[in-house]
Nanobody, 119 residues
């Protein structure tokens, strides 16, 4: 079975930084897409950033220039470096790992980690 364990969330003042980590364990293919999503109270879940096994990235407009996603393919771990945090970034952040393929596709989610940015 596959498990995603997130860490690094917490409380930080506006303008501060946090680094989230997510380690995926289990039987998964290395060719996958890892990403971070977030959901704030009263809002729908949104994509924050994603990164392919080849290193291609995509960011939500709201975090471009402030957040950086990276991964360690050997360890199936994805990171999210969050800088210049704003109160609007407050949300539960979820790690996601998916493989879009005909053979052995999968889509797994972590339990989420709370990020709170105070004014």
């Amino acid at each position: 079975q596959v498990q995603l364990v997130e860490s690094g969330g917490g409380l930080v003042q506006a303008g501060g930084s946090l680094r989230l980590s997510c380690a995926a364990s289990g039987n998964i293919f290395s060719t996958n897409i890892m990403g971070w999503y977030r959901q704030a109270p009263g809002k729908q879940r949104e994509l924050v950033a994603l990164i392919t096994s080849g290193g291609s990235t995509n960011y939500a407009d709201s975090v471009k220039g402030r957040f950086t996603i990276s991964r360690d393919n050997a360890k199936n771990t994805v990171f999210l470096e969050m800088n210049s945090l704003k109160p609007e970034d407050t949300a539960v952040y979820y790690c996601n790992v998916k493989r879009v393929a005909i053979i052995r596709p999968y889509d797994y989610w972590g339990q989420g980690t709370q990020v709170t940015v105070s004014s």
